[in-house]
């Protein structure tokens, strides 16, 4: 089945390090998005884009950078981690075709910063 | 950018009865609201969503209404069973329109079903 995959899936890292958390997707999507969730806030979007050279910041996108290598592929970057960065991230894709915008997830990467 | 606050943030129901959650959104241009059910430890997926086009969906045992001149929609689950237990969150699009630029959550709530 087409899906979203994340790796990792868990990551332990100490403050100041670099960190990247990729996501892929075998959905055929053009769109994808990078979501963090903390306990009792939701999701909030970090970054999204629609196409490999478009690349657009979402609610919280300080601290962080991403990359679109292809259109199945969608990274997300901690230059430089810090503790409040510990967290659940989410990938998410959806399709542009017929004006749908269901998004599908993917199962979540689990970062810890000491 | 869009606004969206979601009550109850933990709702306890018997098995078999109702469950009602509640969402307000901000953005009077906003036409998209889906929910999202996330058990745990697992990713969110997409239960039932809303265009601003209709005032209510139905889907067996879930459904979802909207009220475009009160800006708020809910979701209603019948005949609650055990396999409902689970985290609820409601969303709207983050700049108007139908989500495309991503979707703003509420901050989700946790439904129990007491047996």
Known sequence: ?114 | GENVEQHPSTLSVQEGDSAVIKCTYSDSASNYFPWYKQELGKRPQLIIDIRSNVGEKKDQRIAVTLNKTAKHFSLHITETQPEDSAVYFCAAPLLAGGGADGLTFGKGTHLIIQP
């Open chain 1, 1 to 114: 089945d087409a899906d979203v995959t994340q790796t990792p899936r868990n990551r332990i890292t100490k403050t100041g390090k670099r960190i990247m958390l990729e996501c892929s997707q075998t959905k055929g999507h053009d769109r994808m998005y990078w979501y963090r969730q903390d306990p009792g806030l939701g999701l909030q979007l970090i970054y999204y884009s629609f196409d490999v050279k478009d690349i657009n910041k979402g609610e919280i996108s300080d601290g962080y950078s991403v990359s679109r290598q292809a259109q199945a592929k969608f990274s997300l970057s901690l230059e430089s981690a810090i503790p409040n960065q510990t967290a659940l991230y989410f990938c998410a894709t959806s399709d542009r075709a017929g004006g749908v915008n269901e998004q599908f997830f993917g199962p979540g990467t689990r970062l810890t910063v000491l």
